[in-house]
């Protein structure tokens, strides 16, 4: 590479640019920079509301020798470096341009994740990535009047980056064919159905409040709210209380944790009461009584139930999901390929499936159609919660001394209640009406894994067979 001859050492340069968010002018003048060999030590870099460096020159960078090779980047620098121009920190393009630098010398050194540049560089990269996506997630329009008669739809949000214009394509095609702005301390972008204009940067006072439609968008939201599938800790991580003021529904949002525990535990009783009739007094019974089962969707779509199988008196009971494809169509559980993998672990802990009653918290099959196939969907808290009138009813007949449940499903079908199969598994709990429950997880995971993960959870999975054959011979004993 040819360089021109180096600038004195003791000059060094200022770059201003006129945007906070002005990659393209960055990078001509990191192009030339480097050009010129002038190294990162010697530029400083500022955007509007910064003051300047006061050692530098103020001087235009000098013009490169016309031999100067240009620089050469891969296309993976190129992208990380546009995201990490639109974060806040001051020292971005400082950081880009020490980057560049190096490269040319180091053409590999984005391979090094050891590097402290290139980790921030990824780091301001992932950073500025959420911003965008969480600004993409919780805008929310309100509705006002225009002079014309017409509507136009105001949003205030709240950006922690220079992110504004790199998601002003998104929302103008998302919302073509509304007049809309999004207002924010950082800018506004205005569109009138034809053209995005941008504005200077707004306060909250400038936003509408409530409009009529989010009240019925609350109404909507709370009667969508899933209390049995409430996590606290994953909802904040994907919507953190800093957004919670721009979105009309997080005023329910602590009203509905709060009583989220109360509104499962009427789900479970809403199940329970559903079934008002004489449980049925043999497995006979059952088996006929849940083909004609229509308390659930599930029940709805077509299938046939598919029956328990096993001996009354069986000292084991074995609980899964719900039948699959091959079940439903040949009416007998765990005969697919999730039920030979659990048959042939059962049969090498030395459980004779033939002496165990098997079942499933759910008797159809739920499934989407995709062309030909028919795609195995988890059946909701609520189905599963219908759906416990009949494997109680299986229980209450087959009396087995321990029940072995697997997957999440299974153990909610029989505790009425949602727990984390990793935590609790290999450990009884204790069953109303006697007898024992133990979980673990369901074969169809250990068929979606691969390689070493396989095998690592196929392990943990005899593991606790072998737990609860040795239960067994001592309830036996």
Not at 207 to 236: C, H, T
Not at 325 to 339: H, S, V, W
Request: hydrophobic fraction near 40%; glycine fraction near 8%.
């Amino acid at each position: 590479m040819s360089f021109a001859a180096p600038a004195p050492r003791c000059e060094s340069f200022q770059v201003r640019l006129s945007a906070s968010d002005d990659f393209d002018a960055w990078r001509d003048a990191a192009r030339q920079a480097v050009m010129g060999n002038i190294s990162p030590g010697r530029i400083f870099w500022t955007e509007p509301g910064q003051g300047g460096d006061l050692f530098a020159s103020g001087e235009a960078l000098p013009q490169p020798s016309p031999d100067a090779a240009r620089p050469h980047v891969s296309r993976e620098f190129l992208q990380l470096a546009q995201k990490a121009a639109l974060h806040s920190d001051p020292q971005r393009f400082a950081l880009l341009y020490s980057l560049l630098w190096r490269l040319q010398r180091h053409p590999k050194l984005l391979e090094d994740a050891a590097d402290l540049e290139v980790r921030r560089l990824h780091e301001l990269a992932r950073t500025v990535r959420r911003d965008i996506h969480k600004m993409r997630a919780f805008v929310r329009f309100r509705a006002i009047e225009e002079p014309d008669g017409g509507e136009r739809y105001i949003a205030w949000f709240e950006p922690e980056h220079h992110i504004l214009r790199a998601n002003a394509a998104f929302f103008v095609n998302r919302f073509t064919q509304m007049r809309w702005s999004i207002l924010t301390p950082r800018g506004s972008l205005h569109w009138d159905g034809e053209t995005l204009s941008e504005g200077p940067p707004a306060s909250r006072d400038e936003a509408p409040g409530d409009d009529a439609a989010e009240q019925l968008w609350r109404r909507y939201y709370a009667s969508i709210f899933n209390p049995a599938r409430l996590k606290v800790g994953a909802m904040l991580k994907e919507m953190p209380r800093k957004y919670w003021k721009n979105l009309p529904e997080a005023a329910l949002i602590p009203e509905l944790v709060a009583g989220a525990q109360a509104r499962e535990a009427a789900m479970v009783e809403q199940g329970k009461t559903l079934f008002v009739e004489e449980r049925p007094k043999s497995l006979k019974a059952i088996a006929e009584q849940i083909q004609a089962c229509r308390r659930c969707p599930i029940g709805c779509n077509g299938t046939h139930a598919v029956a328990g199988e096993g001996a009354k008196g069986a000292a084991l009971m074995v609980v899964g999901e719900q039948p699959g494809d091959k079940e439903e169509e040949l009416g007998r559980p765990f005969i697919g390929p999730a039920g030979q993998l659990l048959r042939s672990h059962l049969e090498h802990a030395g459980i004779d499936d033939k002496s165990a009653y098997v079942t499933n918290a759910v008797k159809h099959f739920k499934f989407v159609q995709r062309g030909k196939r028919r795609l195995h969907q988890s059946p909701t808290a609520g189905e599963i919660d219908i759906c416990r009138w009949w494997l109680e009813s299986e229980r209450e007949i087959v009396q087995p001394q321990l029940v072995l449940a697997l997957g999440a499903s299974a153990a909610r079908g029989m505790l009425g209640k949602t727990v984390s199969v990793q935590k609790v598994r290999g450990e009884p709990l204790a069953l109303a009406g006697g007898g024992e429950l133990w979980i673990t997880t369901h074969p169809s995971y250990l068929l979606r894994l691969q390689d070493e993960g396989r095998a690592a959870e196929e392990r943990k999975f005899a593991a606790d067979l072998r737990k609860v054959v040795g239960r067994l011979a001592e309830l036996a004993g």
